[in-house]
């Protein structure tokens, strides 16, 4: 009975498999059969209409898989003649390990006759029917690579270039100095850098920017920019880094350097750091309570009225501090004075307290004071 199962099941795959080959020709090649870890290749679907009885669609869906990162690259779709199609799927693909990899598809056929499709453009657009059709689904055998390891760690695998820009080399202490590296090449789009190491001497911010990220047969098409803005009491060096690299093209391991920059601070004026103000906490008593609650009652309808007089002037005030209000905690806002706000010395004492409620838990400053401080100054600044 086991056989006789069998031989049916033979018998029913060999029949599927027949009726494929009557429908459309196809085949999938790579560009490379021995490519390194990460290194780009191109894969070719071509699918070519067969039975020219009706109207043929073909897709097609890479399975995912650990071993591997693909995208497609492009869908060309041709009508040779009529009932004639001929569809060509273009991926970039990165083998993510080293060995015997297999990169699978979902390959579908669906097959609809002229009077199916001239349903499709009949009626109004609000009863638009959708195409019937008759699927068939193509086992198609897996596409094998040899991948090859690389012998030693790298940062990037590819072309790849670095170059830099620094506004200035030497600046007042708590001024930002702003730095930037502009990274350009091609290959594999998945890395982390880090240009400037760590120093707790350093107050550092940094932002990526992904200008261009687009996939080539020849890989992914980069330029990233990183912006650092720093802010430091004291001299420093920014050392010169080493950025490993292997060009799968030239098969060569190459390093980038970037770099050193040395720069000098100019000491702050600790006059200037000095909060001589003083707030002495007051206790509550119950007149004080009850004549504010007075005051309010009596200007209450003033209050209303100059509210409503100038309820477009007011937002036009508070949208030029909108930046500094929606901050919200020390750190957010001392980025905003060390980029927005960077050669105005009079906010130097500020970046002081904002540093002291940032980097000590016990600081006594207060951080709404702080903003209220800032919007003072800026509007003595405008008037």
Not at 35 to 52: C, G, I, M
Not at 251 to 260: G, I, P, W
Not at 309 to 317: G, S
Request: a neutral charge; charged letters at 25%; one cysteine or more.
């Amino acid at each position: 009975m086991k056989n006789i199962h069998g031989r049916w099941l033979l018998l029913l795959l060999i029949a599927s498999g027949l009726y494929a080959n009557q429908l459309v020709d196809f085949s999938l090649r790579a560009n490379k059969e021995y490519p390194y870890v990460k290194e780009a290749v191109e894969l070719t679907f071509t699918a070519e209409q067969k039975d020219r009885s009706d109207v043929m669609f073909f897709f097609l869906e890479p399975k995912k898989s650990p071993d591997y990162k693909i995208t497609l690259l492009k869908k060309e779709a041709n009508e040779l003649a009529y009932h004639h199609k001929k569809t060509t799927f273009h991926y970039l693909l990165f083998p993510l390990k080293s060995g015997k990899i297999a990169i699978d598809f979902n390959f579908t056929v669906k097959v609809a006759s002229d009077e199916a499709i001239a349903q499709v453009y009949e009626g109004s657009r609000d009863n638009v029917k959708w195409i019937e059709t008759d699927n068939t689904h193509i086992s198609l055998t897996p596409l094998e690579l040899q991948v090859k390891a690389l012998p030693q760690d790298v940062d990037l695998v590819g072309e790849f270039e670095i170059n830099s820009q620094i506004d200035k080399t030497s600046i007042d202490a708590y001024e930002a100095l702003h730095l930037k590296y502009f990274l350009k090449g091609i290959g594999f789009d998945e890395f982390n850098l880090e240009l400037i190491p760590q120093n707790d001497a350093l107050n550092i911010f940094k932002n990526i920017t992904k200008h261009y990220n687009k996939a080539s047969p020849k890989g992914y098409e980069i330029q990233q920019e990183y912006s650092y803005a720093i802010v430091a009491s004291q001299d420093f060096i920014l050392p010169s880094q080493s950025i490993h690299c292997f060009s799968p093209q030239d098969n060569r391991y190459y390093t980038l350097k970037t770099k050193e920059y040395k720069v000098h601070v100019n000491p702050a004026n600790t006059e200037t750091l000095l909060d001589r103000d003083e707030y002495p906490s007051e206790p509550f008593f119950y007149e004080k309570v009850q004549n504010f609650f007075l005051y309010v009652l009596i200007f209450l309808a003033g209050f209303i009225s100059a509210k409503i007089l100038h309820r477009e002037k007011k937002k036009d005030k508070k949208s030029a501090f909108e930046d500094i209000y929606n901050t919200t905690d020390a750190k957010e806002l001392l980025f905003l004075l060390t980029n927005k706000y960077q050669n105005q010395k009079e906010f130097y004492p500020l970046h002081h307290k904002l540093e002291d409620i940032v980097y000590n838990k016990k600081s006594t400053y207060k951080f709404q004071q702080i903003k209220k401080e800032i919007v003072k100054i800026i509007k003595g600044l405008k008037s």
